[in-house]
T-cell receptor, first 114, second 115 residues
């Protein structure tokens, strides 16, 4: 069975700081990778996804993530955060060819100070 | 168009009571998932419906949990004889079919509190 680890439970940054949230997964086969975001009071929504091709994927609102297969990692980055990026971020994986349910990490709460 | 909706948004119940949680997926989406999110935890998969196929129940934590999906649309998650450890946010998601990777569209969740 696959598992997902998010190393940081709570990250606090000032506006304009750079962001990197770690995500490592455990699964021996081919995977699809996702980052979801939950803004305060809102639904979970997809930030970006990777399933094949260029390992550097770009998502909404200036976020990007890089899939490094050798490290089983899919870290989320943003060069300059804004106060509006304050949210909880979840990394998720599903095994290619599986029933497609997602395995989620425990989430990282990002607080951006104005 | 309308997104995934869930009801009720909040449910407080007493230990030992049964509860029913409802999910209305996006129209035309054939796949439906239930997850739960306990405090400080990630989302835990519960059950998956795909069209008319038998559901994947591999994530249900005990036989007190069951779910059905009527007419390939609305789904109801039932928890019998609720326990305090059942307190969590229960999330429903739906996806269309086709393609190697389908985005899951999540509802707002039902916050269940078992006293």
């Amino acid at each position: 069975a696959q598992s997902v680890s998010q190393h940081n439970h709570h990250v606090i940054l000032s506006e304009a700081a750079s962001l990197e949230l770690g995500c490592n997964y455990s699964y021996g086969g081919t995977v699809n990778l996702f980052w979801y975001v939950q803004y305060p009071g809102q639904h979970l929504q997809l930030l970006l996804k990777y399933f094949s091709g260029d390992p550097l994927v770009k998502g909404i609102k200036g976020f990007e993530a890089e899939f490094i297969k050798s490290k089983f990692s899919f870290n989320l980055r943003k060069p300059s955060v804004q106060w509006s990026d304050t949210a909880e971020y979840f990394c998720a994986v599903n095994a290619r060819g599986s029933a497609r349910q997602l395995t989620f990490g425990s989430g990282t709460q990002l607080t951006v100070l104005p | 168009g309308a997104g995934v909706s869930q009801s009720p948004s909040n449910k407080v119940t007493e230990k030992g009571k049964d509860v029913e949680l409802r999910c209305d997926p996006i129209s035309g989406h054939t796949a439906l998932y239930w997850y739960r999110q306990s405090l400080g935890q990630g989302l835990e998969f519960l059950i998956y419906f795909q069209g008319n196929s038998a559901p994947d129940k591999s994530g249900l934590p005990s036989d007190r949990f069951s779910a059905e999906r009527t007419g390939g649309s609305v789904s109801t998650l039932t928890i019998q004889r609720t326990q305090q450890e059942d307190s969590a946010v229960y999330l429903c998601a739906s996806t269309p079919t086709g393609g190697p990777v389908n985005e899951q569209f999540f509802g707002p969740g039902t916050r269940l509190t078992v006293l």
